[in-house]
């Protein structure tokens, strides 16, 4: 009998602490959404995908929630001949540009975020 309640005990803790693991993953339990800043959007002037004719697509790996891609995204759209999607689920990003991009570009727009860089 007491075996079988030190058992329900352990079973209920362990479904505690797998609810809160997945509540923790789905929320973005990460370093950059743990403060309670709200991180902007930066708004693109030129919304307009067809005057954006060079494209990339990169592998970017490090990010733990939807802020963290936030914050890449707004880091190269402010760059204002960029616009930039970063998709947290797929780790990855579509990079739209007015003029050709060097790799470096990327590299350093994502390094500065705080994150690693692929090329796809």
């Known amino acids: 009998m007491e075996s079988i309640i030190i058992l329900s005990v352990i079973a209920v803790i362990a479904v505690i ?12 339990s990460s370093c950059c959404s743990e403060s309670s800043e709200i991180i902007r959007k930066v708004k693109i002037k030129d919304k307009n995908k067809k005057n954006y004719p060079y494209k990339k697509v990169i592998k970017i790996g490090g990010m733990t929630c939807t802020k963290c891609a936030q ?50």
């Open 17 to 28: 602490a797998v609810m809160n693991y997945i509540k923790k993953m789905k929320s973005g």
């Open 71 to 120: 914050i890449i995204e707004n880091n190269f759209n402010k760059l204002g001949y960029i616009y930039a999607k970063i998709d947290f689920d797929n780790e990855e990003g579509l990079i739209l540009s007015k003029k050709e991009l060097e790799d470096k570009v990327l590299e350093d727009v994502i390094k500065e975020s705080g994150y690693r860089y692929y090329i796809k």
